[in-house]
């Protein structure tokens, strides 16, 4: 072997080499018949480019067969992120999507609009019938609502008993009918747990507008159908910049309301309440204020909506409960009351579906010494009308403990006479609204003598609400009303005044 | 791609292969020869057939084979009939590839690189063998 030749081969052995690394994993380095040194160099060099390139091809393969899996999950994935399971429609996030591409692509055209629904009652159906039965009522709608916007809307299930169809490139009008024909489409009777359901739906439509984007075009649509729901059933409405505003409100005093709850700035005042045979104070109507830090003191008309949305109802009423008759048991200490003398206390509905208020009551009576009947809760004859059977449970509790219970706002709802007779309530205040024309208007002395008559023949006595003149008053005591309350005798005043009033001599008011 | 080359068929490539008078399995490749899968396959095949289900000691002489595929070594990865197996060569292509060969596969009996025939000879007799 000459050094010249080994040199040559050393050179092929380079060249071979730089081919390798340079990333062809299948050149081969040339092995001669002479099996030296500088051969088992090229057959080592080949078997490790040959393990190389087995090793990159295997995990290129890997990788080629995993980047397939990946993809076909990722796909899947979005399938499921963008369907709605239960009805195979559009999901919330579809729907925010498709929004904001809708958003996108109308440029300076027609923007789109959104319609949402929510079936009325729903929660109705769940309850009696079961989920089974509330389930084949949303595939059902859902069909019903896909037929009834037809493509190319984007139709979407928001969850629970709400859907959206995203509307483009159409008029106003367009966007109303297509709303109407969706409202229309769920009318027919749906059979579902064995019965055929009517189901109506309130809608929200938010049409669109230059400048405004896809989240705040959800949102808006999304308070116009609260809006629509707190209507009443099978009402659409069309949101407008005053509805926002009013949620905006809503939403400051709800957050107001937290601080108010823990800032002693709820108070009561007290309306005394006369007794028309006597004329004399039979008791007083504990009436809630919010003295606001910015917008003074406001009566319950401006806040309870918002305390009922934040479910701050119920917290508010054991307050009032607990600060009445606290005071309660504090005038029976000073200046001393008639064990006649009642405290009357409003609740809202969702106060009388906690079962534990009875106990509530029964332990604040004893704490401050007031006996049950110098209680009185007044709860709203619609209330009790929709109040179902936990309701009455509680007033049944209530009545046990020797609270009595007072229907308010009488003839205002849809009471019916033998309804009436089976409550357990002792008393019911007329309406306001009954008692403005009374001294004026011949037929509407007759109307009220009728229901003083309608109270009375249901073993219920009478107490008449917003007397401003003298001329109802007597007219009342004439129709043989007992009690009575209003500006004529005193406006609800602060509890200092209250005191005084109580601490007059004989009592007597008007 | 690669655990299977099918380039070569299963030809005349092995030169012999029978036992000798010590009890001994050598199969002899053919000089230049590529071992490829089908090759070591056929080897493995014939081995078994030789010995019918006897375990005996195998020494395969590769003193002139070119190289041993990655698919080849699989093959010789799995169990045969040898109940142990010299690898004889020579030159230091031998005992790369030899090496090679043990180092990549976990072969399932004793194997063993040898330069010397009767080296080779002893340790396979040393292995027990029950051949015979």
Redesign the interface.
């Known amino acids: 072997m000459t050094g010249a030749e080994d040199d040559r081969r050393f050179e092929e052995l380079v060249d071979g080499i730089v081919v390798l690394s340079s990333g062809d994993l299948s050149n081969r380095l040339p092995?001669s018949?002479k099996?030296?040194?500088i051969?088992?160099?090229a057959?080592?060099i080949?078997?490790l480019a040959?393990?190389l390139?087995?090793m990159y091809?295997?995990l290129e393969a890997r990788v080629a067969e995993r980047t397939v899996l990946l993809e076909a999950a990722k796909a899947e994935l979005r399938r499921v992120i963008n369907t709605d399971e239960l009805t195979g429609l559009a999901s919330r996030s579809l729907l925010r999507e498709k929004a904001a591409e809708a958003v996108a692509a109308a440029e300076g055209g027609r923007q789109p609009a959104l319609i949402l629904l929510d079936l009325d009652s729903f929660r109705l159906i769940n309850d009696s019938l079961g989920a089974a039965a509330g389930d084949a009522v949303l595939k059902e709608a859902a069909l019903r609502l896909s037929a009834a916007a037809g493509p190319p809307h984007v139709i979407a299930r928001l969850g629970g008993d709400e859907f959206a169809v995203l509307v483009e490139d159409r008029e106003p009008d367009s966007v109303l009918q297509i709303a109407s024909r969706l409202s229309e489409a769920l009318k027919d009777r749906i059979a579902a747990g064995g019965i055929a359901l009517a189901v109506t739906a309130g809608i929200g439509v938010r049409f669109g507008e230059p400048g405004l984007d896809g989240e705040e075009l959800i949102r808006d649509a999304t308070i116009a159908l609260h809006e629509a729901k707190k209507r009443g059933r099978d009402n659409t409405q069309v949101f407008s910049s005053a509805m926002h505003d009013a949620a905006k409100q809503r939403v400051h005093l709800v957050a107001d309301l937290r601080t108010a709850l823990v800032s002693e700035q709820l108070e009561l005042e007290y309306q005394p309440i006369v007794d028309l045979r006597s004329g004399k104070i039979a008791g007083t109507e504990a009436l809630i204020r919010w003295r606001h830090p910015t917008l003074g003191l406001l009566a319950p008309d401006a806040f309870l909506d918002a305390a009922d949305e934040a479910g701050l109802t119920v917290e508010i009423g054991h307050w009032v409960l607990s600060r009445a008759i606290a005071q309660t048991g504090q005038w029976n200490a000073a200046p001393g009351l008639s064990r006649n003398f009642s405290t009357h206390v409003n609740l809202a509905p969702a106060d009388l579906h906690h079962v534990d208020l009875a106990p509530y009551v029964q332990g604040l009576l004893g704490q401050h010494e007031v006996d049950p009947q110098q209680l009185s809760i007044e709860i709203t004859e619609t209330a009790i009308m929709r109040g179902g059977p936990e309701v009455a449970a509680t007033m049944r509790s209530l009545k046990e403990l020797g609270v009595a219970i007072e229907i308010d706002d009488f003839g205002t709802g849809y009471s019916s006479i033998s309804y009436l007779r089976a409550l357990p309530a002792t008393q019911a205040k007329i309406d306001k609204s009954l008692i403005d024309g009374l001294a004026t208007d011949g037929q509407q002395e007759q109307f009220v003598a009728a229901i003083l008559q309608l109270i009375h023949s249901a073993g219920l006595v009478a107490v008449a609400e917003g007397i401003e003149h003298r001329e109802q008053a007597e007219k009342l005591q004439q129709l043989n009303c007992e009690f009575a309350q209003g500006y004529f005798f005193s406006r609800p005043l602060p509890v200092a005044d209250m005191t005084a009033l109580l601490m007059g001599a004989d009592g007597s008011a008007g | 791609?690669?655990?299977t080359d099918v380039e070569t068929p299963p030809g005349p490539d092995i030169v012999s292969l029978g036992f000798e008078s010590d009890g001994i399995l050598r199969l002899s490749w053919a000089r230049?020869v590529v071992i490829d899968a089908p090759n070591a396959q056929l080897a493995v095949d014939r081995v078994n057939e030789i010995c019918q289900g006897r375990r005996a000691p195998l020494l395969i002489d590769m003193a002139t084979t070119?190289?041993v595929?990655?698919a080849a070594r699989t093959v010789f990865a799995q169990p045969c009939d040898a109940s142990a197996i010299a690898l004889l060569g020579s030159?230091?292509?031998?005992?790369?590839?030899a090496n090679?060969f043990l180092g990549?596969i976990s072969s399932p009996v004793p194997t063993k690189f040898f330069t010397s025939n009767a080296d080779a000879v002893r340790w396979l007799t040393s292995q027990g063998n029950d051949g015979g």
């Open positions: 092995v018949p099996r030296d040194g051969d088992a160099v057959t080592g080949n078997l040959e393990e390139q087995s091809e295997s | 791609m690669p655990d230049g070119a190289s595929s990655r030159s230091p292509v031998d005992r790369v590839l090679f990549v």
